[in-house]
């Protein structure tokens, strides 16, 4: 079981990476959109919907983890400067691990101005619904620069299976398959080459 963990800012590409790692490799693709599109018509962007969310994706976490799948990308958004995140993740890593599973680190940064066109495009206003509108989701994502870190600092993440990536002018098949190549996930039935 290899448990990929995907993040980064708002709109930098991580479920589009997502969708090409899923269709290269045997790992399911599990964004974080997926529980929020589900939640946000019933509670809106409140503290109920996120405590729900929080809930329903480690309960997901713990299933997934007891089967005999290849693994899972999991992608969201980490603010290495709120300590909240970082016992998330710990927990979600700690889920996977007690299971046997193998946990990788991706990270992906972007500049600002590739981030606010990739925040327009049609792959994710299909998938998440809550960023069509696009004014709405532009401010939220600029008034997030003011209070949230969403990139790590240099030596920050100390995991022997970590990897950043700059994708600014990268395509997300081209950092699919750098992450393929990096920790050697298979492809189908033979290992990436």
Request: with cysteine; glycine share 6%; proline share 2%.
């Amino acid at each position: 079981m290899k448990l990929i963990l995907l993040f980064g800012p708002q709109a930098v590409g991580k479920m589009t990476v997502g969708q090409e790692l899923e269709k290269k490799t045997d790992l399911k693709l599990f964004h974080n959109h997926m529980t929020i599109e589900l939640l946000q018509p019933f509670f809106g962007f409140s503290e109920e919907m996120w405590s729900i969310c929080h809930m329903m994706r480690e309960e997901i976490f713990k299933a997934y983890s007891k089967g005999d799948e290849y693994g899972m990308i999991y992608t969201f958004m980490w603010a290495f400067n709120e300590k909240g995140d970082w016992e998330w993740v710990e927990k979600v890593t700690g889920i996977f691990e007690a299971n046997g599973a193998d946990v990788y680190f991706v990270e992906l940064e972007s500049d600002l101005d590739v981030r606010l066109e990739r925040n327009k495009t049609p792959n994710r206003l299909q998938h998440k619904p809550t960023k069509r509108n696009i004014e709405d989701s532009e401010k939220r994502l600029l008034e997030s620069l003011d209070s949230l870190r969403l990139n790590s600092y240099k030596g920050e993440i100390d995991r022997e299976k970590y990897l950043k990536i700059n994708n600014t002018n990268l395509s997300a098949e081209e950092v699919a398959e750098m992450v393929i190549r990096e920790f050697q996930l298979e492809q189908g039935d033979t290992a990436w080459e």
